[in-house]
Protein backbone atom coordinates (compact mmCIF):
# COMPACT_ATOMS: atom_id res chain seq x y z
CA UNK A 1 0.00 0.00 0.00
CA UNK A 2 1.38 3.12 -1.31
CA UNK A 3 -0.97 5.54 0.55
CA UNK A 4 -2.43 6.53 3.62
CA UNK A 5 -5.84 7.94 3.84
CA UNK A 6 -4.18 10.90 4.78
CA UNK A 7 -2.54 11.39 1.81
CA UNK A 8 -5.13 10.05 -0.48
CA UNK A 9 -7.74 13.04 1.59
CA UNK A 10 -4.88 15.58 0.62
CA UNK A 11 -4.71 14.60 -2.90
CA UNK A 12 -8.79 14.69 -3.42
CA UNK A 13 -8.30 18.32 -2.00
CA UNK A 14 -5.67 19.52 -3.75
CA UNK A 15 -7.31 17.58 -7.28
CA UNK A 16 -9.20 20.44 -9.14
CA UNK A 17 -11.79 17.80 -10.46
CA UNK A 18 -12.21 13.97 -9.22
CA UNK A 19 -13.32 11.57 -12.16
CA UNK A 20 -14.46 8.39 -9.98
CA UNK A 21 -14.42 5.04 -11.69
CA UNK A 22 -16.92 2.45 -9.48
CA UNK A 23 -17.90 -1.20 -9.65
CA UNK A 24 -21.41 -1.91 -8.70
CA UNK A 25 -20.93 -5.85 -7.12
CA UNK A 26 -19.01 -6.34 -4.13
CA UNK A 27 -17.95 -2.75 -4.23
CA UNK A 28 -21.24 0.14 -3.83
CA UNK A 29 -23.65 -2.80 -2.91
CA UNK A 30 -22.95 -6.25 -1.60
CA UNK A 31 -23.46 -9.17 -3.74
CA UNK A 32 -26.85 -9.86 -4.93
CA UNK A 33 -28.14 -14.08 -4.26
CA UNK A 34 -28.59 -14.21 -8.78
CA UNK A 35 -27.04 -12.27 -11.42
CA UNK A 36 -30.66 -11.80 -12.38
CA UNK A 37 -31.78 -9.68 -9.26
CA UNK A 38 -31.58 -6.45 -9.86
CA UNK A 39 -33.05 -4.52 -6.94
CA UNK A 40 -31.89 -1.00 -6.96
CA UNK A 41 -30.68 0.44 -3.47
CA UNK A 42 -31.89 3.93 -2.51
CA UNK A 43 -28.63 4.68 -0.66
CA UNK A 44 -26.43 3.90 -3.43
CA UNK A 45 -28.97 6.02 -5.23
CA UNK A 46 -29.06 8.84 -3.32
CA UNK A 47 -25.44 8.66 -2.86
CA UNK A 48 -24.66 8.82 -6.72
CA UNK A 49 -27.36 11.09 -7.10
CA UNK A 50 -25.35 13.69 -4.94
CA UNK A 51 -22.13 13.02 -6.13
CA UNK A 52 -23.30 13.43 -10.16
CA UNK A 53 -24.62 16.61 -8.88
CA UNK A 54 -21.61 17.66 -7.88
CA UNK A 55 -20.30 19.87 -10.51
CA UNK A 56 -16.56 19.13 -9.49
CA UNK A 57 -16.87 15.16 -9.83
CA UNK A 58 -17.62 12.84 -13.09
CA UNK A 59 -18.50 9.31 -12.21
CA UNK A 60 -18.64 6.26 -14.07
CA UNK A 61 -20.16 2.75 -13.16
CA UNK A 62 -18.08 0.14 -14.30
CA UNK A 63 -19.70 -3.44 -14.23
CA UNK A 64 -19.27 -7.08 -15.61
CA UNK A 65 -23.03 -6.82 -15.62
CA UNK A 66 -24.71 -6.43 -18.67
CA UNK A 67 -25.95 -2.91 -19.63
CA UNK A 68 -29.51 -2.81 -18.83
CA UNK A 69 -29.06 -4.08 -15.18
CA UNK A 70 -26.46 -1.77 -14.32
CA UNK A 71 -28.97 1.00 -15.84
CA UNK A 72 -31.85 -0.66 -13.65
CA UNK A 73 -29.31 -0.72 -10.66
CA UNK A 74 -28.35 3.29 -11.29
CA UNK A 75 -31.24 4.85 -12.73
CA UNK A 76 -29.12 8.52 -11.96
CA UNK A 77 -28.73 11.25 -14.71
CA UNK A 78 -25.37 12.46 -15.48
CA UNK A 79 -23.44 9.18 -14.57
CA UNK A 80 -21.49 6.99 -17.33
CA UNK A 81 -22.96 3.47 -17.64
CA UNK A 82 -20.64 0.92 -18.53
CA UNK A 83 -21.74 -2.63 -18.58
CA UNK A 84 -19.83 -6.02 -19.68
CA UNK A 85 -17.08 -4.87 -18.28
CA UNK A 86 -17.13 -1.30 -20.82
CA UNK A 87 -18.28 -3.20 -24.27
CA UNK A 88 -21.44 -1.43 -23.97
CA UNK A 89 -22.10 2.00 -22.23
CA UNK A 90 -24.57 4.47 -21.85
CA UNK A 91 -23.57 8.29 -21.94
CA UNK A 92 -24.89 11.26 -20.20
CA UNK A 93 -26.16 12.55 -23.06
CA UNK A 94 -27.79 9.32 -24.06
CA UNK A 95 -25.75 8.02 -26.40
CA UNK A 96 -25.51 4.18 -26.29
CA UNK A 97 -21.87 3.53 -27.80
CA UNK A 98 -21.37 -0.51 -28.42
CA UNK A 99 -17.34 -0.66 -28.92
CA UNK A 100 -17.93 -4.72 -30.20
CA UNK A 101 -19.98 -5.69 -33.12
CA UNK A 102 -22.57 -8.05 -32.00
CA UNK A 103 -22.69 -9.95 -35.26
CA UNK A 104 -19.30 -10.94 -35.46
CA UNK A 105 -19.33 -12.32 -31.94
CA UNK A 106 -22.75 -13.83 -31.19
CA UNK A 107 -22.01 -17.16 -33.61
CA UNK A 108 -19.39 -18.04 -31.46
CA UNK A 109 -21.51 -17.56 -28.65
CA UNK A 110 -24.49 -19.19 -30.15
CA UNK A 111 -22.57 -22.30 -29.98
CA UNK A 112 -21.13 -22.39 -26.87
CA UNK A 113 -24.52 -21.43 -25.30
CA UNK A 114 -26.56 -24.86 -26.08
CA UNK A 115 -22.75 -27.20 -24.92
CA UNK A 116 -22.98 -25.26 -21.54
CA UNK A 117 -26.47 -25.29 -20.83
CA UNK A 118 -26.37 -29.39 -21.78
CA UNK A 119 -23.71 -29.32 -19.16
CA UNK A 120 -25.19 -28.08 -16.56
CA UNK A 121 -28.56 -29.89 -17.00
CA UNK A 122 -29.57 -31.82 -14.32
CA UNK A 123 -26.74 -30.59 -11.99
CA UNK A 124 -28.05 -28.69 -8.72
CA UNK A 125 -26.45 -24.86 -8.12
CA UNK A 126 -25.39 -23.96 -11.38
CA UNK A 127 -26.81 -20.94 -13.84
CA UNK A 128 -26.05 -19.67 -17.07
CA UNK A 129 -26.25 -16.40 -17.72
CA UNK A 130 -26.65 -15.03 -21.20
CA UNK A 131 -25.21 -11.11 -21.46
CA UNK A 132 -26.05 -11.26 -25.18
CA UNK A 133 -22.43 -10.18 -25.64
CA UNK A 134 -21.08 -12.83 -23.38
CA UNK A 135 -21.77 -16.24 -21.44
CA UNK A 136 -21.12 -16.49 -18.16
CA UNK A 137 -21.90 -19.77 -16.09
CA UNK A 138 -21.88 -19.13 -12.61
CA UNK A 139 -21.54 -22.00 -9.93
CA UNK A 140 -22.19 -20.05 -6.83
CA UNK A 141 -24.88 -22.96 -5.06
CA UNK A 142 -23.24 -25.96 -6.64
CA UNK A 143 -20.83 -28.20 -4.18
CA UNK A 144 -17.14 -28.08 -4.65
CA UNK A 145 -16.20 -30.98 -6.27
CA UNK A 146 -18.86 -30.76 -8.96
CA UNK A 147 -17.72 -26.95 -9.76
CA UNK A 148 -14.13 -28.24 -10.33
CA UNK A 149 -15.43 -30.73 -12.93
CA UNK A 150 -18.16 -28.50 -14.55
CA UNK A 151 -16.17 -25.85 -14.78
CA UNK A 152 -13.01 -27.52 -15.71
CA UNK A 153 -15.40 -28.89 -18.87
CA UNK A 154 -16.60 -25.87 -19.39
CA UNK A 155 -13.31 -24.00 -20.08
CA UNK A 156 -12.16 -26.44 -22.35
CA UNK A 157 -15.54 -25.85 -24.23
CA UNK A 158 -15.12 -22.10 -24.36
CA UNK A 159 -11.39 -22.22 -25.48
CA UNK A 160 -12.24 -24.15 -28.15
CA UNK A 161 -15.13 -21.85 -29.83
CA UNK A 162 -13.10 -18.54 -28.53
CA UNK A 163 -9.69 -19.28 -30.26
CA UNK A 164 -10.32 -16.27 -32.77
CA UNK A 165 -8.58 -14.09 -30.80
CA UNK A 166 -12.36 -12.15 -30.35
CA UNK A 167 -12.83 -13.64 -26.98
CA UNK A 168 -11.29 -13.93 -23.57
CA UNK A 169 -11.99 -16.38 -20.57
CA UNK A 170 -12.27 -14.71 -17.68
CA UNK A 171 -12.75 -17.10 -14.45
CA UNK A 172 -13.56 -16.42 -11.06
CA UNK A 173 -14.75 -17.73 -7.54
CA UNK A 174 -16.99 -20.50 -9.71
CA UNK A 175 -17.55 -18.68 -12.02
CA UNK A 176 -16.35 -18.63 -16.06
CA UNK A 177 -17.18 -16.42 -18.77
CA UNK A 178 -16.23 -15.90 -22.46
CA UNK A 179 -16.55 -12.38 -23.32
CA UNK A 180 -15.02 -9.84 -26.18
CA UNK A 181 -11.45 -9.51 -25.55
CA UNK A 182 -12.11 -5.64 -24.96
CA UNK A 183 -14.75 -7.08 -21.83
CA UNK A 184 -11.65 -5.56 -19.73
CA UNK A 185 -12.02 -2.93 -17.26
CA UNK A 186 -8.59 -1.81 -17.82
CA UNK A 187 -8.49 -1.28 -21.60
CA UNK A 188 -12.62 0.35 -21.07
CA UNK A 189 -10.92 2.98 -18.34
CA UNK A 190 -8.36 3.80 -20.76
CA UNK A 191 -10.30 4.16 -23.68
CA UNK A 192 -12.44 6.87 -21.45
CA UNK A 193 -10.02 8.64 -20.13
CA UNK A 194 -8.73 9.45 -23.97
CA UNK A 195 -12.14 9.98 -25.74
CA UNK A 196 -13.54 12.08 -22.63
CA UNK A 197 -10.68 13.75 -21.58
CA UNK A 198 -10.85 16.47 -18.27
CA UNK A 199 -7.76 18.19 -17.89
CA UNK A 200 -6.99 18.83 -13.72
CA UNK A 201 -9.32 15.71 -13.03
CA UNK A 202 -7.91 13.13 -10.16
CA UNK A 203 -8.91 9.59 -11.28
CA UNK A 204 -10.29 7.24 -8.66
CA UNK A 205 -11.35 3.58 -9.03
CA UNK A 206 -12.68 1.90 -6.68
CA UNK A 207 -13.40 -2.22 -7.23
CA UNK A 208 -13.07 -5.58 -5.43
CA UNK A 209 -11.94 -8.50 -7.77
CA UNK A 210 -9.22 -9.15 -10.26
CA UNK A 211 -11.18 -7.69 -13.24
CA UNK A 212 -10.89 -4.63 -11.14
CA UNK A 213 -7.17 -5.26 -10.66
CA UNK A 214 -6.76 -5.12 -14.65
CA UNK A 215 -7.95 -1.21 -14.29
CA UNK A 216 -5.78 -0.56 -10.65
CA UNK A 217 -2.63 -0.57 -13.00
CA UNK A 218 -4.26 1.39 -16.19
CA UNK A 219 -5.35 4.31 -13.55
CA UNK A 220 -2.19 4.21 -11.80
CA UNK A 221 -0.26 4.62 -14.59
CA UNK A 222 -2.55 7.54 -15.41
CA UNK A 223 -1.86 9.25 -12.35
CA UNK A 224 -5.12 8.15 -10.43
CA UNK A 225 -5.58 6.72 -6.98
CA UNK A 226 -6.93 2.71 -7.00
CA UNK A 227 -8.52 1.35 -3.88
CA UNK A 228 -9.33 -1.89 -3.43
CA UNK A 229 -13.09 -2.73 -1.70
CA UNK A 230 -12.13 -5.80 0.64
CA UNK A 231 -12.65 -7.33 3.78
CA UNK A 232 -9.38 -9.50 3.93
CA UNK A 233 -5.53 -8.46 2.99
CA UNK A 234 -4.90 -9.47 -0.35
CA UNK A 235 -1.86 -9.22 -3.10
CA UNK A 236 -3.16 -5.91 -4.64
CA UNK A 237 -1.93 -3.25 -6.67
CA UNK A 238 -4.35 -0.74 -5.00
CA UNK A 239 -3.17 1.86 -3.43
CA UNK A 240 -5.25 1.71 -0.27
CA UNK A 241 -8.50 -0.69 1.11
CA UNK A 242 -11.41 0.23 2.47
CA UNK A 243 -12.91 -2.87 3.95
CA UNK A 244 -16.47 -3.81 2.86
CA UNK A 245 -19.22 -1.78 0.60
CA UNK A 246 -20.69 -0.05 3.49
CA UNK A 247 -17.21 1.55 4.16
CA UNK A 248 -16.73 2.19 0.31
CA UNK A 249 -19.95 4.25 0.28
CA UNK A 250 -19.23 6.08 3.46
CA UNK A 251 -15.86 7.43 2.05
CA UNK A 252 -17.56 8.48 -1.41
CA UNK A 253 -19.74 10.26 1.38
CA UNK A 254 -16.99 12.37 2.79
CA UNK A 255 -15.85 12.82 -1.03
CA UNK A 256 -18.80 14.76 -1.27
CA UNK A 257 -18.75 16.70 1.57
CA UNK A 258 -14.75 17.46 0.96
CA UNK A 259 -15.69 18.64 -2.78
CA UNK A 260 -15.58 22.33 -2.72
CA UNK A 261 -18.38 24.09 -5.04
CA UNK A 262 -17.49 25.42 -8.26
CA UNK A 263 -19.13 26.95 -10.44
CA UNK A 264 -18.23 25.11 -13.80
CA UNK A 265 -20.43 22.82 -15.06
CA UNK A 266 -18.28 19.88 -16.57
CA UNK A 267 -19.40 18.05 -20.07
CA UNK A 268 -18.79 14.72 -21.46
CA UNK A 269 -17.71 16.33 -24.83
CA UNK A 270 -16.14 13.40 -26.67
CA UNK A 271 -12.80 13.79 -29.02
MG1 LIG B 1 -17.28 -6.34 -8.11
Known amino acids: MLYTHKQINERLTQAEHLWLFLDYDGTLADFAPTPEHVNPDPEIIDLLTGLAHHARIRIAVISGRRLNHVQALVPVPDVLLAGTYGVEMQIPDGKRVNRVDYDAIRPALDILKPRWAHLI ?151
Open 121 to 271: ANREGFFLEDKGWALALHARFADDFETDVVLSAARRMATKVASSGLFRVLSGHKFLEVAPSLADKGQTVGYLLDRYPWPGALPIYLGDDDKDEEAFSVIKARGGIAILVAGEQRKTKADCQLESPQAARRWLGTALARSAVNSTRRSWEPL
